[in-house]
């Protein structure tokens, strides 16, 4: 029942995630990603097979990523990080909503478990993405911010982003079976329960 839910939580939480992306774009005025059928929650039009499959083997994956066109938006750098920013937002967004769910709801059961599955995977899905690191979100939201005359070098490590972040990953882990130590670990389950008492904080 457990992985029945956290089936279920990958499935909202990945297709809410990449529906953002593609509904900021839209509304920033570039039609690319609402011309290819991303702007839904259908999990057909955003599932990745092979991302899918990568968070049960190696704890990391995927969806399928939403294209844009930088010439529609008026605000090419502002923009992308404003539709970079919608993915990890949503989930946040769906974490709050699922909170109210489960404390002022009777929900209990398998409901409750997808339910409760649903809000953490949100909040993990958030914190991972917020790294500035390609092809992470939190890539693009930094480069906003990059002045013009590192412009250059800032693509150049955007381009390079895949192989940091699998170096990372890979690299954590070897340290953590060395030293018994995970900085990403330590980063999501520190950012997981400052968030966590946030949202309840507020419902």
């Known amino acids: ?18 529906a953002a992306h593609a509904w900021v774009a839209w509304k920033l005025g570039d039609p690319t990603a609402k011309h290819a059928g991303r702007v839904t929650l259908n999990p057909k039009a955003h599932l990745d097979v092979l991302g899918t499959l990568m968070i049960f083997i190696a704890h990391f994956g ?21 539709i970079s920013l919608a993915g990890p937002a949503s989930n ?11 404390k002022y709801l009777p929900i209990s059961g398998f409901l409750f478990l997808v339910l409760q599955s649903i809000f953490a995977l949100s909040i993990i899905l958030m914190l991972f993405n917020l790294l500035p690191i390609a092809p992470l979100d939190g890539s693009k939201f930094v ?9 250059n070098w800032y693509e ?15 690299g954590d882990r070897l340290i953590n079976e060395i030293v ?7 980063y999501l389950q520190y950012g997981y329960d400052f968030v966590q008492a946030g949202i309840f904080l507020i419902t």
């Open 1 to 18: 029942m457990q992985l029945i839910a956290l089936i279920i939580a990958l499935v909202v939480c990945i297709s809410v995630h990449e």
């Open 156 to 170: 150049s490590f955007v381009h390079q982003g895949p192989i940091w972040i699998i170096l990372i990953i890979v």
């Open 143 to 151: 480069g906003a911010f990059i002045p013009e005359s590192k412009q």
């Open 92 to 102: 946040l967004l769906t974490a709050l909503v699922i909170a109210f769910l489960i």
């Open 180 to 186: 018994g130590f995970s900085f990403l670990g330590t």
């Open 62 to 82: 995927w969806g399928k990523p939403v294209p844009y066109n930088d010439n529609n938006l008026k605000h090419p750098r502002r923009d992308a990080a404003l």
